[in-house]
């Protein structure tokens, strides 16, 4: 056991902010209507509540229980940590839990406690605590934290997590505590008593469980004790007299106590390894001898199951116990119905937990690891509590263990023990030693300690850890203790506080002791013996802070004079009769005392009082100055522990004492202090001994002393220090001074005082060697210097370098290192001339001190080392201090990277640039981690060296803010490789990277918004809502949501969106115009406008598939409000008197069910315009069902459209399975097509058993018949074919090739519209062998394409193989085939299924089998609709052979169709024009899908010039005999493919040639032109707008097959026509389109705009590498064609994409709405207002470059940049005011800069202009107090001339490339000589190491030494005085390393010193001046 140090026993310190406290939850609790409110009113009959007497009752019955509840609540604080960033205000939370009821709350010192939730479960709340668990993202590693509440009740725990999921588990057992850790929960079981009758004694039950999410399985948990014989022994954690007393997530721990022993153990928890799991399973099914020993060991979980509810809460009714041992508790349950406890019924399917996590939890669904599984169902798989299951009561063991055991529990966690307490035999074992608290604490010096509190021995014991260097094991090396009643610590500031016995508050840190603390108006027991009646006029209750200093003082002295009984204690010897002393005396009432200790966040904790109070308290930091605390934090660093520890306790003690000083006088403080320790007289010494003064007392001196750079100059302060105030302050003795406490009291009289100051060399001045830190003082020194160096880094901290540099000087002095000296004095000369006195160190002592190796003569100055590297000299390593000096190891680290250029200064070269300074103690093994790490992986590839600057700053978490703060020459590099990396940027960057370079297009780029989601919050998102139009009924045309402002800027010019919508509106009545012949009678024209109006109703019915295509994925749903659907409108008004026209009136015949599927293609179109994006859950799909049963049929549509977007995975199995039991077709067919749809390619085994039940085919040829309608086994067989598309699946493939020949059977089945259901199932074969080609693995034996081929062309019928066989035996008796196949019907399936297998594969012997017949008599033999399909197939599979122009077009028509025809041969000229018609129709098709969403102008000429020729051929003849010949039908379906073709390739670009032609035929009505042609005509439209003009088609082979089943040329000729082709698969278009619209977003204003792109596409065999300049907002190309996309310039930032490396990131921008951030530049105007780029700043200035300043005028400046900055300083420093009038250079000057930052796009350089220039300024004025700014002038200076000797080539890189920064470099050129040329005797004094003067000169001097960077000559003056020659000057000082400029301005100085002649050799001084 080591010993408790004492330090310090004597102090005290005192506590601030006292608060009494109360738990907010409480107070809420009272105005909560909580459960026990409303159970109060349910037991009431409604009158009697109201009822006045009544009421009195039910409050007088609140009143009671609300009393009852106050025992037991509970409470517990941490600190905030939900949604606030670090840099946030604090904040406590609290989590309260009383009753039924658990609070929530958040208040902070700021902000009052608010609740952020309240939670009321069903019964007591038994425990409530917050736990984070882990939930891994779909099989990647990285995980998500949930941070949640847990509730425990005693049936089941409720888990709410922030993001708002709510989660009940059921509890398979009673629990009797839980904890959280960083796994999970851990739940220990409660042992009850019937436990140990039912088991056998070598039968023990886990008793530790591990709960990793709501939704797992409750596990048991593995542990390793460590031990010498059982050191490989892994069993369940099933030790019943093992108790959990604390657990913690960092490191991972748990503590736990053996009741038996009365040790305690440390266990580490983590995840369970492999081998441990399955040595535990295996050990858990090991039968051993017994039969009873096989339950023992084997059948632990079948136990884990079995264990009876009897413990359990609402458990099954237990009908008694039979005889026996073991097991006889099985024999008798009951599994109780399931209305008993229905959560605890939950089906025991593990996988299930995985189903349903992927759906929202929202619907607390069961858990699955419910106590089903626990319990006796075990016995059989189907007693899921369905019903009551009760077995023989004779059953025996062997039955018992023959049950076949269900899966074991797979251990989730492991303990693994590190350390256990020794028993000692001095320990009562017999008392409970229970700890009850345990904490981890470190302390001031980062010693981590763990510590226990034994109540019962009043002890607290601390066991001291550490990790080893792995870190995952935990060494605990020893334990201490200390003698306490309670005890909490406190995290941030590293210190635990402590109850003694006696009942005083103490504060440790770690095993130290620091002081006691002293809370103002509580008197600790002891103190108040003698004195407490001084006290009583403060009672607790209304103290309030102290803010007054001056109780605190009375308080302080109180303390002083009074006896207390405790001086007597202070001697350490005493201290175990401490306790004794107290105990017989009697304590007053009156005064409480403190109880007990709770609730520690950051440094606040509470106390609890005797009297029932309790008050909240904080402890004082140990300094609140950054300047002590860095201090503070490098003397840890480099003393020995010990040595730090006395520093850090004394410090916290003379700073904290009560009564002690302000913040302001901190610094003061900590110098006297720290010299103190050192050995210094501080009264003694001039500087210090004034340091002294309370600020009360001398006001101005504090406020000069604590800022030394605010401009005051040294005279002021000579003034005061000779002023007789001063020294009449100084004689007297300062009451109360601070250091009374341990320096010696000696009032110093006036003489003695002002003797001292006089003589430097009197004996008094001498350093005390015996002090505590005298032989640290060399090591301190240095560290001190280099944290000086660290905070001249540092524009905010400078101002304290001043400080700092007071007291190195001192040091430097004494230690008599003159080159320091030198340093200081010329960083500070005006400050330095005041300090002359240095002490002496006896030369004997001095080998008392240690001198570290580390310490140089030389002073390591960080400005210098930055300016060497500047000029290209050799540097060595830079010293720094790991975790303090963090801002010098960035900047040298920096410069290494980019000005010595080397790659590896970040990464293994570290130690060439930066040597770390390693002490007395290591802060950490390895170096700490910075803040604010982000996720940038530092990968350097070919990058240039500004990148990898840009991007490594960023990974060390370096920022904008930073920079700032960097000073201006310093950050000049930095600064430039950010400029450089601004102008072209990496586009994977990551969000942070592009915040340092400030391109915030990028970064918001990175934050992944899609524009609607933007919509939500007005100010930030564009304003997306359209405008809301005036007439009600425009708004249910279903296309209100198209995005205007997008569309507006695509095109401009004219209002072709409102046209379109004009077009596919059908929500209104249509204009029936029929004139009324005179000749016709009233009742016929009434028929007769029916009939025209059924014409009309013919295109409406048509719109809906068009419309779809066009608002597609335009909407977010509101997810409360139902979709809305525009109504499908077929009435028409006649004018001129806009009667009602209408279908119903019976007067015409209209055909049953015209209606129904047009209604389904409303109700897809309504569905498809939902997108991708949104958020849609399975209850919104539910809650969208239409209450009529009309409308089914639109919900049917809307249900397929979910599947196309990809939402109907959402919708939950048991509402797919609800859907299709109702056995409504159109349902069936939209859910089985939508849910395909959304698996397309996944071979998903649930959909496939969906699917597989509808058709017959799929089925065992023994299943039950079903009658299947045959459209819904259209549906089912072309969702296999998505299901599985691309897959190669053989089993599916076999038997699709199968069905499409499928014979008609004996009844009736099989038999109507054959064809769909052939072309189907060979679409579908086409799809799941998609582009497979030749190579179709495992399917040789099939023969697939030579099958294909034999339908195609017919012939005999193969014999059916294999199951299918039994369905075919008898032949139809409807429909006589015999045994050939039956063309007509397999041929259109069986030629695409072809195209489908070897689409894209260019094969030409498969191709050949598709061509046309050469030969007449061939060609009768064809259909000619065939022809179309095998000229397209033969196409598409020669894809690559297929060119946009016409005579590729002809070449596929047969050679004898082309030719001179000769008369006498026998044709049939019918036959010829359609199969012309047909192959032009199919080549057309080809190109089209060839060219989809190319928008390739040659493919569209060549197919508008074919479609004009078609369009003439109709109209020319009306009936003339070319159009009989070719037949009206025909030539309409082959406009309409030619018009598909087109449409397809421009889509989404909106053509107007094409929208004409489709307005021309949407005008066509009646005669021949039926349904499916204004179906292809409307399609064409929408695949031309489509999506709103933001998408377009892909030509990957996917898109390919779903455009062929969705355009396949044989449109229905009526609404209810599904012979030839299901209507359903038009929709499937949609799987074809994908976003290219790239819409350029500015980020200032939010708003779209133009942009200029520059698209380069990679090279192929049809062209070079190219590029084209397109105007954003544009349709991209198809991305696997680019090379690169790129933001041109000037207008906007450049900004390039490169897609050779990867596509993604560009696809996620084009999937969210295709917005792409671009920042304008200044000085530029969008091209909306500039069309043509004459108003920009820049033009003005072009033809003339110098007048551009002169031109520019400051007020324009507004319209150029939006920066804020920018702006104000425009109007304030750059026009002309009253006052400003005498400065016009200046004010030209600044408007000059202005001009200079806007031009060049670096609005951050303006500061850095400005300080250049006052630097120059003041210099020349000559009054600098420092000479900081001329350092950063060298450093400036320095990378400019190495920017200039690198060539002209560089120059456009460059920050500075104005003639400002000659101009500026020259003033003060000149001025520093001028300087020289009068002062050259002040420079040669200076050299010659004489003593300087103190005057303005000194101050010019240090300047001149500084920027001509001249090393300290004081010792090396004598090597250049004496030279001769100018080359006997260079060859002694190239060892100086002095620049030769600089050089050549000392040399009239050094040569020829004794005539001090000016002559330099002959040549002017103005020859080197530049």
Request: charged content about 20%.
């Amino acid at each position: 056991m080591s010993e408790v140090v004492y330090e310090e026993t004597a102090t005290m310190i005192a506590a601030g902010e006292l608060q009494s406290f109360v738990p907010f939850g409480r107070e809420h609790c009272r105005n909560h209507p909580n459960a026990f409110n409303l159970q109060l009113r349910e037991l009431q009959p409604a009158s009697e509540l109201w009822s006045s007497d009544g009421a009195a009752g039910l409050v007088g019955s609140l009143q009671e229980v609300s009393l009852q509840e106050r025992e037991r609540e509970c409470w517990q604080l941490r600190k905030g940590c939900t949604g606030v960033k670090e840099e946030d205000v604090e904040f406590e939370e609290e989590l309260y839990a009383a009753g039924n009821v658990v609070v929530w709350s958040q208040g902070s010192r700021i902000q009052a406690s608010s609740v952020y939730k309240a939670f009321t479960v069903d019964s007591p709340v038994q425990q409530a605590l917050w736990c984070n668990f882990a939930v891994s993202h779909n099989n990647n590693d990285e995980e998500e934290v949930e941070h949640s509440v847990c509730i425990i009740q005693s049936s089941c725990v409720n888990v709410h997590t922030v993001t708002g999921k709510d989660f009940i588990s059921p509890l398979p057992f009673q629990v009797s505590n839980v904890w959280s850790t960083e796994f999970g929960l851990l739940l220990e079981r409660k042992n009850t008593v019937n436990e140990t009758q039912l088991h056998s004694p070598g039968d023990p039950l886990p008793t530790v469980f591990s709960m990793l999410h709501p939704l797992d399985e409750i596990a048991p948990i593995v542990c390793k004790p460590s031990g010498l014989f059982d050191g490989s022994c892994v069993q369940y954690a099933s030790d019943s007299t093992m108790k959990i007393v604390f657990t913690c997530c960092r490191p991972s721990l748990v503590v736990s106590y053996d009741s038996v022993q009365g040790t305690h153990s440390v266990w580490a928890l983590r995840k369970v390894t492999h081998d441990e799991r399955s040595k535990v399973l295996r050990c858990a099914s090991e039968p051993v001898g017994t039969p009873l020993g096989m339950m023992a060991s084997g059948f632990l979980t079948s136990h884990l199951r079995n264990m009876s509810r009897l413990d359990s809460p609402g458990g099954s009714a237990v009908t008694g116990l039979g005889p026996g041992t073991g097991t006889s508790h099985q024999n008798k349950i009951i599994t109780s119905s399931p209305g008993v406890h229905p959560r605890v019924h939950s089906p025991s399917i593990s996988n299930m937990a995985a189903l349903s996590r992927a759906h929202s939890p929202g619907m607390a669904a069961p858990s699955f690891s419910g106590a089903a599984r626990f319990n006796a169902s075990f016995h059989s798989p189907s007693s899921r509590g369905h019903h009551g299951l009760l077995h023989s009561p004779n059953s025996t063991i062997n039955e018992t263990v023959l049950i076949p055991e269900m899966e074991p529990i797979i251990p989730d966690l492991c303990m693994e023990q590190l350390w256990s307490e020794t028993v000692t035999a001095g320990c009562h074992r017999e008392m409970n030693s229970q700890a009850s608290k345990v904490f981890l604490t470190s302390d001031l010096c980062e010693n981590r300690y763990l510590c226990f509190l034994v109540e019962s021995h009043q002890q607290l014991r601390c066991v001291k850890f550490i990790e080893s260097n792995d870190t995952s094991q935990l060494i605990f090396p020893s334990v201490t203790i200390i003698p306490a009643k309670d005890a909490e610590p406190l995290q941030n500031i590293d210190v635990m506080l402590v109850l003694e016995a006696c009942g005083s508050l103490v504060l440790y840190t770690g095993i130290t002791r620091v002081s006691k603390v002293f809370v103002p108006g509580l008197l600790s027991p002891t103190i108040s013996l003698t004195n407490h009646l001084h006290h009583l006029s403060t009672p607790v209750e209304n103290v309030s802070t102290p803010t007054n200093a001056g109780s605190r003082h009375i308080q302080r002295l109180n303390e002083d004079i009074m006896p207390s009984p405790v001086s007597e204690l202070r001697n350490p010897n005493i201290k175990h009769h401490e306790a004794s002393f107290l105990e017989d005396y009697t304590f007053q009432q009156t005064t409480p005392y403190i109880h007990a200790l709770r609730d520690p966040v950051c440094n606040r904790v509470t106390l609890e009082l005797s009297s029932g109070t309790m008050l909240r308290i904080s402890v004082p930091e140990i300094a609140t100055s950054e300047l002590v605390r860095k201090c503070l934090q490098a003397i840890r660093f480099i003393l020995p522990k010990e040595a730090a520890m006395k520093v850090l306790v004394k410090w916290y003690n003379i700073y904290n004492a009560p009564g002690g000083p302000s913040a302001h006088a901190e610094w003061n403080q900590f110098v006297t202090c720290f010299l103190t320790l050192m050995g210094y007289n501080t009264e003694r010494l001039a500087w210090t001994r004034h340091l002294h003064f309370e600020v009360p007392l001398s006001p101005v001196i504090a406020a000069k002393r604590s800022r030394p750079s605010d401009g005051g100059s040294d005279e002021d302060w000579d003034y005061l220090l000779a002023s007789h105030y001063h020294r009449q302050i100084n004689s007297q003795p300062v009451f109360g001074s601070v250091e009374s406490n341990w320096t010696n009291d000696s009032i110093i009289s006036e003489t003695e005082g002002l003797s001292s100051a006089s003589s430097p060399s009197s004996p008094s001045l001498k350093l005390d060697s015996s002090a505590p830190l005298f032989p640290h003082i060399p090591a301190l020194f240095y560290v001190l210097h280099l944290l000086y160096q660290e905070l001249q880094l540092d524009e905010l901290h400078r101002a304290r370098a001043c400080s700092l540099v007071c007291l190195l000087q001192q040091l430097a002095r004494d230690l008599q290192l003159e080159e320091y000296v030198d340093l200081y004095w010329r960083d500070y000369p005006s400050l330095m001339s005041c300090f002359t006195e240095s002490c002496i160190i006896d030369q004997a002592l001095i080998g008392q001190m240690q001198r570290p190796s580390f310490l140089r003569s030389e002073p390591p100055s960080v400005f210098s080392w930055l300016s060497r590297c500047l000029r290209g000299e050799e540097t060595p390593p830079f010293p720094y201090l790991p975790s303090i000096c963090q801002r010098t190891r960035l900047l040298v680290l920096s410069y290494a990277l980019y000005i010595i250029g080397n790659d590896n200064a970040t990464t293994t070269d570290v130690s060439k640039y930066l040597v770390k300074l390693s002490a007395g103690q290591k802060s950490s093994a390895t170096e700490p981690h910075f803040r604010r790490q982000s996720s940038v992986k530092v990968k350097f590839s070919s990058e240039s060296l500004a990148e990898q600057l840009v991007v490594w700053l960023t990974s060390q978490g370096f920022t904008l803010k930073d920079l700032e703060s960097v000073p201006f020459g310093v950050a000049l590099p930095i600064r430039e490789a950010i400029y450089r990396c601004r102008e072209q940027p990496c586009s994977g960057w990551s969000e942070d990277v592009c915040l340092l370079i400030g391109r915030q297009d990028l970064t918001k780029q990175a934050h992944k918004t899609t524009l609607a989601k933007s919509r939500a919050s007005v100010g930030s998102g564009l304003s997306l809502k359209p405008p809301a139009t005036t007439e009600a009924d425009e708004e249910e045309d279903g296309m209100s949501d198209i995005i205007q402002e997008v569309t507006g800027l695509i095109w401009s010019q004219d209002l072709r969106i409102q046209e379109v919508r004009r077009l596919l509106q059908s929500s209104r009545p249509v204009r029936v115009s029929v004139v009324q012949l005179p000749e016709v009678s009233d009742h016929e024209y009434i028929e007769e406008k029916e009939n025209k109006l059924l014409q009309l109703c013919q295109r409406t019915m048509a719109l809906p598939v068009g419309r779809g295509l066009f608002t597609l994925f335009s909407y977010h749903p509101v997810p409360t409000e139902p979709l809305p659907v525009p109504k499908l409108n077929l009435t028409g008004r006649a004018p001129p008197r806009n009667t009602m026209v209408d279908l119903n009136s019976g007067n015409i015949d209209v055909p049953p069910n015209m209606t129904s599927w047009p209604s389904f293609h409303n109700g897809v179109a309504a569905g498809l315009k939902i997108a991708p994006a949104s958020q849609v859950d399975s209850a919104w799909i539910a809650y969208n069902k239409p209450k009529s049963p009309e409308l089914a049929n639109e919900y049917a549509g809307f249900l397929m459209a979910l599947g196309l977007n990809g939402h109907l995975t959402k919708l939950a199995t048991l509402n797919i399975h609800d859907y299709l039991t109702k056995g409504h077709e159109m349902t069936s067919i939209g859910l089985l097509l939508g849910v395909s749809s959304a698996k397309l390619g996944t071979m998903d085994m649930s959909i496939t058993r969906l699917l597989s039940i509808h058709i017959p085919a799929l089925l065992p040829p023994t299943s039950t018949e079903l009658d299947v309608p045959h459209n819904v086994q259209v549906a089912a067989v072309i969702g296999i074919g998505l299901v599985y598309q691309g897959t190669g699946h053989r089993h599916n493939a076999e038997v699709l090739l199968s069905e499409i020949g499928r014979p008609p059977g004996p009844e009736m089945e099989y038999c109507t519209d054959r064809e769909s259901y052939s072309l189907a199932a060979g679409l579908a074969l086409g799809m799941v062998c998609l582009g497979h080609g030749s190579n179709l693995i495992g399917m040789t034996d099939l023969n697939v394409p030579e099958q294909l081929y034999q339908y195609m062309v017919g012939g005999h019928r193969r014999a059916q193989t294999g199951a299918s066989r039994e369905r075919h035996k008898s032949p139809s008796y409807q429909i006589k085939e015999g045994d050939t196949i039956n063309v007509d019907v397999t041929c259109p399936g069986a030629t695409l299924a072809l195209a489908m297998i070897y689409l894209k594969t260019n094969n030409r012997s498969i191709a050949d089998w598709l061509k046309p017949p050469d030969t007449w008599f061939l060609l009768d033999f064809i259909k000619p609709e065939f022809l179309l399909l095998r000229t397209l197939a033969r196409c598409i599979i020669m894809w690559d052979e297929i060119l946009p122009n016409t005579e590729w077009v002809e070449s596929n028509i047969p050679q004898i169709m082309r030719g001179n025809f000769d008369p006498s041969e026998d044709y049939n000229v019918e036959a010829m024009v359609q199969a012309q018609d047909y192959i032009t129709a199919g080549a057309c098709m080809a190109l089209g899908l060839r060219f989809a969403g190319s928008a390739n102008s040659d493919a569209f000429d060549c197919l508008y010039e074919l479609a004009m020729t078609f369009m003439k051929i109709i109209s020319c003849t009306g009936t003339g005999p070319v159009v009989a010949q070719r037949g009206y039908y025909n030539l309409q379906t082959g406009l309409s493919m030619i018009l598909l073709a087109m449409s397809m390739v421009m889509s989404g670009t909106g053509n107007l040639k094409v929208l004409q032609l489709c307005r021309f035929l949407h005008k066509q009505t009646g005669g021949e032109m039926n349904y499916g042609f204004h179906m292809a005509h409307h399609m064409a439209l929408g695949l031309l707008f489509l999506g709103g003009g933001r998408y377009t088609l892909s030509t990957s082979n996917s898109a390919i097959a779903a455009l062929l089943c969705a355009l396949y040329p044989h449109f229905p000729s009526h609404s209810t026509d599904n012979r030839y082709h299901l209507q359903a698969l038009r929709h499937l278009a949609v799987l074809a389109a994908e976003p290219r619209l790239l819409v350029p977003v500015d980020v200032d204003s939010l708003k779209p705009c133009y942009a200029l792109l520059e698209v380069t596409y990679k090279e192929t065999k049809w062209y070079d590498e190219t590029t084209v300049e397109l105007m954003a907002p544009t349709m991209l190309p198809e991305l696997h064609l680019l090379k690169r996309v790129k933001v041109k310039g000037p207008r906007y930032w450049e900004l390039s994409v490169d897609l050779s490396k990867e596509t993604q990131h560009l696809k996620s921008i084009l999937s969210r709405d295709g917005v792409l951030y671009v920042k304008l530049r200044a000085g530029q105007l969008p091209y909306k207002d500039d069309p043509q780029g004459w108003k920009s700043l820049l033009a003005t200035a072009v033809n003339h470059r110098n007048n551009g300043v002169r031109a520019f005028k400051p007020e324009a400046i507004s319209t150029f940049t939006s920066e804020p900055a920018l702006i104000s300083f425009a109007e304030f420093f750059c026009k002309a005011s009253e006052g400003m009038k005498h400065r016009e250079d200046t004010l030209v000057l600044f408007s000059a800069m202005l001009y200079e930052c806007v031009t060049q796009e670096c609005p951050e350089m303006l500061p850095t202009y400005v300080a250049i220039e006052q630097a120059v300024g003041a210099l020349h004025r000559s009054d600098l107090q420092q000479t900081f700014p001329l350092w950063q002038l060298r450093l400036v200076v320095e990378l400019w001339d190495s920017r200039m000797l690198r060539g002209p080539a560089d120059r456009h890189d460059t920050l500075l490339t104005s003639e400002f920064l000659p101009v500026m470099k020259n003033a003060v050129d000149v001025a520093l000589d001028d300087w020289l040329k009068d002062n050259s005797t002040v420079l040669r004094s200076y050299m010659r190491g004489e003593v300087l003067c103190r005057d303005a000169q000194s101050i010019m001097l240090a300047c001149f030494l500084v920027y001509r960077s001249i090393p300290c000559l004081k010792n090396t003056h004598t090597q250049l005085e004496g030279c001769s020659s100018f080359g006997d000057l260079l060859s002694r000082s190239s060892q100086l390393g002095i620049p030769l400029r600089d050089l050549l301005r000392l040399t009239p100085i050094l040569l020829d010193s004794a005539s001090g002649s000016q002559i330099l050799l002959g040549f002017p001084l103005q020859a080197f001046s530049s």
